[in-house]
Every structure is written in structure tokens, then in C-alpha cells.
């Protein structure tokens, strides 16, 4: 079913500059003050995230599932900046003040300059801000903002397209640096954030297992910085923590020299991550052998079932496989392809991979492995974590800088690799 809204379009168009006249000026004279005017917001995996801080006027959409953190992210992101003495006024349609109030204390965040709304009709809430004038203004959620003259319910298409038009005017005038909170669902959503991804100027999106403490926040689109930085937090009984070191949280917990578990240094933005990556090869007793992955997309893992199948001969149509990305990540780097398909080795043939070993290389249909970026800082991270053997791909290894300490093992096709490990035993 799709949804028709059926109200008039609204006769006045949404400029952004609706007061003053636009006047064409050369591109050399046009200031370039972003940066100055940025201004951190007081959480380094934020600023990292946002490409150094809130800039005026951006509209920035902070998306995620129902129950991830967004409201604990947004309140301690608007307690720090009105610490650092910015007038930051609190929207929200959700919960009530004592609500509000009950979840900063458990933060441990009780702010001056932190000023509260609890209402839902839009039009009043854009008085209140015009009348107060903030610095930073977050809305939470979109979902239940209204405007009075569309019939619409809140929540649909009609009513938050039209809503985030409004703020977004307001803001961009004025100068606010806004952040709208907004839900979305596994499924997808379709009267969702996704209808206002290319109104806003930054896209965050906030996602987690549920069943573990991490969230990662991506930003999947932003006009004032880059689109690849993660950051990691980790929520515990007082909120979010940040967590500036993943590669040691993500590999604290591995067991002993177990099969099926490699370590792959993955690069999350400018910043490599060591991940865990399990597998679980067992005897089927369906028809349908199981092929299941967590953190890893299903495509690519019948794929890399297949060459393994081809080029290692290799008897999997009788197994069931599941993989698995330890800590909850999803990791989509080609990287980490090699570390895959020995994960799926070592569990299968029962051979443990030692423990100061690292692996990455991209893998292609013929059995070869490919150079991946960044491999020099890859290296880096898994000597910083005390590793000392690292399986990388053939091309380009003559001209990368191996760090001392740590000892590289060229492969040309994933057989060799494959040699490695049993090789070890
Ligand atoms: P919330 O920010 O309300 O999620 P959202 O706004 O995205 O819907 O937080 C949801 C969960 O976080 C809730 O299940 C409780 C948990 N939580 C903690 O574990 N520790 C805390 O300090 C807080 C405030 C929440
Ligand atoms: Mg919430």
C-alpha cells in the first residue's frame, strides 16, 4: 500500500533564504569559515562522527531502531554542549519532563543552560524557538511532531516531510544547529527518516545489537565532513561510555587457540578495528544445508562457501555454516574475505589458528588474493595489540612498511593461506 497525502500543496515555496536577495558571488570570495564556526560538542566519538563538530545552521538526523540509545545519546550530547555555556533547547514528543529529568540523573548530567519542551504542535514549538533564540535545538522524535493543517496522522509521510521543511527553515535563517531524532524499523521503514535523507545535511545512524553493549554510530550521508568515520560507544548503567580503543574491547574476551576464530584488522573510516570473526562448520542433517552470518552479508558468504568449495576442494554441501562477527559488528570490507574462508577452514578441519596471528586480503573467484587499502595501517593496529604474524595479500607487499615486530606472510592464492595455518601445527 502506498500512502497519498491529500492536502493541497502548500502554495509558498520553502526557500532558504526567503529574506534577502540572492546575489551571485565568485567562487574565490565566498568565505570559507566552516571550520571556525564548528563547534565541538564535547564527545570525541561524536565530533569524530560529525566531521569535527556541530556546524550553525546543519540539520543533522539522528536515526536508529526503537530502544538503541538515541534519546541517551542526544541528552548527554546537549548536556555537554550546554556545559560549554551554548543555550541549547530540549523538544521532546516522547517524554515527559520528569522523564527527562529521571535519565540525566541516572547520567549524572544535570546541565544549566540545558532547557526543556515537552510538546508535539510544531507550530508552537517554532514560536518557542523563535522567541528563544538557542544555539543548538534537538527534536525528539520527528515522528511525533504535527503540524495543524495537514490531516495527516503524525508519524506519516505527509506530516514529517512537511515538519522537518519547517525546523529546517526556521534553522537555517537563524543559524541553529538542529538535531532531529528520528525512528526507523529492521523492515526498513517507509514513512521513516528515509523520506528525509536528502532534506538534511548530515545523516547519523545509530545501530547495535540489542543483546550486546555496543552501539556503533555511522554517518551514512554529511555535507561538512566525511561519510566513513564510526563512532563506537558502549552503553552501560550511566548511559553511553565512548569507546575510544575498540580493537581491545572487541578482542577481550577470545578465548584460547580455538578453531574457527581469526583475527582481521578491518578499517572503520581513517581508523582500523581488529574484529573477531567465527565460524561454526557441523554435519547437516538437512537437505538444505543452514548457511547463516551474523556481521557479514549472507551474498557474500555463499560466494566465498563457493570458491572455498572450488579452489580448496573442499566438502561443504553437507555442512552446515554459521558465521559470526564477534561484539556485534557488521564488517562489508572485501578485507576481510581471507579471514572468512579460514575461519571456515580451521573450524571444519578442527586446526586452531594461533593466537598472535592476523588476516586480511580480499578474495577473488578464481582463488586469488587481492591487495586491499590501507594495509601498512592494518599492520600497525595489530602490532599495537601485541599480534606478530599477519597473513596479507602478495601484490604490494614489496612496498609496505611491515612494523617491527611483526611478521608478515605473503599469499598469493587462498591454498597458501590455507598451508599457513595447517602448516603452524
Ligand atoms: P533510549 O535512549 O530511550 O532509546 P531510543 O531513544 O533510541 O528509543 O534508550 C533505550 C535503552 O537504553 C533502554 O532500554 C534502557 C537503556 N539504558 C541503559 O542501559 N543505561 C542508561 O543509562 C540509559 C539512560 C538507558
Ligand atoms: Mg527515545
Sequence with gaps: MVERPLEAPLKKGLGLTSTDQPVPLHLIDVPSDLDESRTSVG???????????????????????????????????????????????????EESLAQIKMRSE?????????????????????????????????????????????????????????ATARVMQVAKTRGIA????????????????????????????FEGDRSHTFRLLRTI?????????????????????????????FLSQRPGPVPGSVIVPCMEGTRPILVEIQALVSP??????????????????????????RHLGLALYDRDIFINVVGGLKVSEPASELGVILAIVSSLREVP??????????????????????AGLRLKEATRLGLKRCIIPWPGSDRLKVPDGLEPFPVKRINEAVALISGAQ
Design 43 to 93: 564527545i570525541g566519538e561524536m565530533d569524530r562522527v560529525l566531521g569535527g563538530g556541530l556546524v550553525p545552521g546543519a540539520l543533522v538526523l539522528l536515526s536508529g531502531e526503537p530502544g538503541i540509545g538515541k534519546s541517551t545519546l542526544l541528552l548527554q550530547l546537549l548536556s555537554s554542549l550546554a556545559h560549554t555555556s551554548k543555550s541549547v533547547l530540549y523538544i521532546s514528543g
Design 106 to 162: 541516572r547520567l549524572g548530567k544535570t546541565s544549566r543552560g540545558l532547557w526543556l519542551v515537552c510538546e508535539s504542535d510544531l507550530d508552537r514549538i517554532l514560536d518557542i524557538v523563535r522567541e528563544h533564540a538557542p544555539s543548538v535545538l534537538a527534536i525528539d522524535s520527528i515522528q511525533t511532531m504535527f503540524c495543524r493543517d495537514i490531516s495527516s496522522a503524525p508519524g506519516s509521510i505527509a506530516q514529517v516531510r512537511e
Design 178 to 205: 538542529t538535531i532531529l531524532v528520528g525512528h526507523v524499523t529492521k523492515e526498513g521503514s517507509i514513512a521513516g527518516p528515509k523520506v528525509l535523507e536528502h532534506l538534511v545535511d548530515t545523516v547519523l545512524y
Design 221 to 249: 550521508k554529511n555535507r561538512y565532513g566525511p561519510t566513513y568515520e564510526i563512532g563506537v560507544f558502549e552503553m552501560t548503567d550511566r548511559g553511553l561510555r565512548e569507546v575510544p580503543n575498540p580493537s581491545e574491547v
Design 284 to 309: 547437516s542433517h538437512l537437505t538444505m544445508p543452514r548457511r547463516t552470518s551474523t556481521g557479514i552479508d549472507s551474498n557474500r558468504l555463499a560466494l566465498l562457501i563457493a570458491v572455498a568449495e
Design 353 to 374: 589458528l594461533d593466537l598472535d596471528t592476523a588476516v586480511f586480503g580480499e578474495v577473488g573467484l578464481t582463488g586469488e588474493v587481492r591487495a586491499v587499502e590501507r
